[in-house]
């Protein structure tokens, strides 16, 4: 199926649409630095690993798995302001993928939404900020739900038309898209996803290094 056959189009935004993976990594480091150098290089890993979740479970790993309960260190409410107020500096200053608004106009007949781990309310704010908004006018979308949810919930509503693309960088982003039914591009130019080639091979999934590969003639075909 070529790309300009899907009805709609589902982007995550770290690593996909904005190159911001590493922001959100390093942010995580230091938040978490407080409790430690071992405590934060845990929570950068289990970030990496676990790409794509809400920042909200990632902290509750820290606290509940990661420092002892007697531990002196900021609470969660303490430690996802600190997060946000890096990422959300990191969110405004960094890349935008290459060739989104040709896409958007190559795809003028498909609806776009992003559905992200990242916090709803902050990710409104950052695209309306950097003019990125009116080329997503499906929505964009959030933690506190998880992917599975908005994806679940946005079909209901009709807001997601089949045939319908999730394109995303992490294997959560896979798994939530094969649990709604809806077909996957995986990008892995920004990825921090380590072990994706074999899981992509594993899985026959389509792979492009960025969203500017689809402006090609040669690659407009999608084919696992």
Not at 30 to 56: C, K, M, W
Not at 97 to 123: F, H, K, P, Y
Not at 132 to 158: H, V
Request: proline letters at 2%.
């Amino acid at each position: 199926m070529k790309i300009t056959d899907y009805k709609t189009l589902v982007f995550d935004c770290d690593g996909v649409v904005l190159d911001s993976n590493k922001v959100k990594t390093q942010a995580f480091y230091n938040a978490a630095l407080p409790y430690g150098s071992v405590a934060a290089d845990e929570l950068q890993r289990f970030h990496t690993t676990n790409g794509g979740i809400s920042r909200y479970k990632k902290f509750e790993y820290l606290l509940s798995e990661v420092v002892a309960n007697d531990a002196v260190g900021p609470d969660l409410g303490s430690l996802l302001n600190a997060y946000a107020t890096e990422v959300r500096q990191g969110l405004l200053k960094c890349k935008v993928a290459d060739g989104l608004a040709e896409l958007r106009e190559m795809t003028c007949n498909s609806r776009w939404l992003i559905v992200s781990g990242g916090d709803q309310s902050e990710l409104r704010e950052v695209f309306e900020s950097r003019g990125l908004s009116e080329l997503f006018d499906g929505g964009i979308y959030g933690s506190p739900d998880n992917k599975e949810e908005i994806l679940q919930r946005e079909i209901a509503r009709r807001n997601i038309v089949r045939p319908a693309l999730f394109l995303g960088d992490s294997r959560y982003d896979h798994v939530a898209a094969a649990l709604t039914g809806i077909d996957f591009l995986f990008i892995r130019g920004w990825s921090e996803f380590k072990g994706h080639a074999d899981y992509c091979a594993e899985h026959r999934l389509p792979v492009i290094d960025a969203l500017k590969d689809l402006l090609g003639g040669d690659t407009r075909e999608l084919n696992g």
